[in-house]
């Protein structure tokens, strides 16, 4: 039952930045993980940033210094601050979310992406 909607995609010049938000909305018990993905054309999708056991972040090497992941909890908001892009970093975006369910289940979750074009 609960939803995941991402927004602030759009296009950005090589150089510029963007924030990423992921919303979520429904009833969630114990969250256990939550991360960005993103998928290029013709790419695998692959991990950005993510919140890692303990609260700790972690950023793929090709993001790392450049793009930083933040949260809202009182608005159950997840965010990515993209700074200094790249044409490379052109996906679609997606937000994941793992729960641990009042029954003791784990449960998986993903938005249906936004789309970010980084172009002259």
């Known amino acids: 039952q609960v939803q995941l909607v991402e927004s602030g995609g759009g296009l950005v010049q090589p150089g510029g930045s963007l924030r990423l938000s992921c919303k979520a909305s429904?009833?969630?018990?114990?969250?256990?993980?939550m991360g960005w993905y993103r998928q290029a054309p013709g790419k695998e999708r692959e991990l950005v940033a993510g919140f890692t056991s303990g609260d700790s972040t972690n950023y793929a090497d090709s993001v790392k210094g450049r793009f930083t992941i933040s949260r809202d909890n009182a608005k159950n908001t997840w965010l990515l601050q993209m700074e200094s892009l790249k044409p490379e970093d052109t996906a679609v975006y997606y937000c994941?979310?793992?729960?641990?369910?009042?029954?003791?289940?784990?449960?998986?979750?993903w938005g249906k992406g936004t789309l970010v074009t980084v172009s002259s």
């Open positions: 994941n979310v793992r729960e641990r369910t009042i029954a003791g289940n784990v449960m998986g979750y």
């Open positions: 429904g009833s969630i018990f114990r969250i256990i993980g």
